[in-house]
Each structure stands twice: as structure tokens, then as C-alpha cells.
């Protein structure tokens, strides 16, 4: 789970100082699929499984 976060850490300090077409490559990176519905709704699958991911920081801000 430290793997992880240390990955979500560095891809948000490299966003930050991203030039724009960077940044469309990391969040292209990390999105899978997003479908658009009417009134605006969105639907958006990571490519990653982000319940998993808060769930691990859960367990470790508990222990």
C-alpha cells in the first residue's frame, strides 16, 4: 500500500509542475473510460481500483 501512495505522491508533484500536455497524458494514464449521460452526469472508471486504494489508507492512518 506505501508502493501505492508513493506512486499517487509522485504522479500529484508531477502534475503540479506539469505543462498542460503533460497533464492530459497523466490523467490519461490514470482513466480508463468515461461515459457522459444527459444532464451533464458522468460515469468514470479508473484504471485503477480506487476503493481499494482508500481502503489500504484506512488501515494504515487506523494501525
Known amino acids: ?4 501512495y ?3 505522491i509522485l504522479w500529484s508533484e508531477l502534475y503540479g ?3 498542460t500536455e503533460q ?3 497523466i ?3 490514470m ?3 468515461i461515459d457522459v449521460f444527459s444532464g ?3 460515469k468514470v472508471e479508473f484504471a485503477f481500483d480506487i476503493r481499494q486504494f ?3 489508507l484506512d488501515l494504515e492512518v487506523s494501525a
Open 17 to 19: 509542475s506539469a505543462t
Open 1 to 4: 500500500m506505501n508502493e501505492r
Open 54 to 56: 482508500f481502503e489500504g
Open 40 to 42: 451533464y452526469e458522468l
Open 6 to 8: 508513493d506512486e499517487l
Open 23 to 25: 497533464k492530459k497524458m
Open 31 to 33: 482513466i480508463a473510460r
Open 27 to 29: 490523467v490519461n494514464s
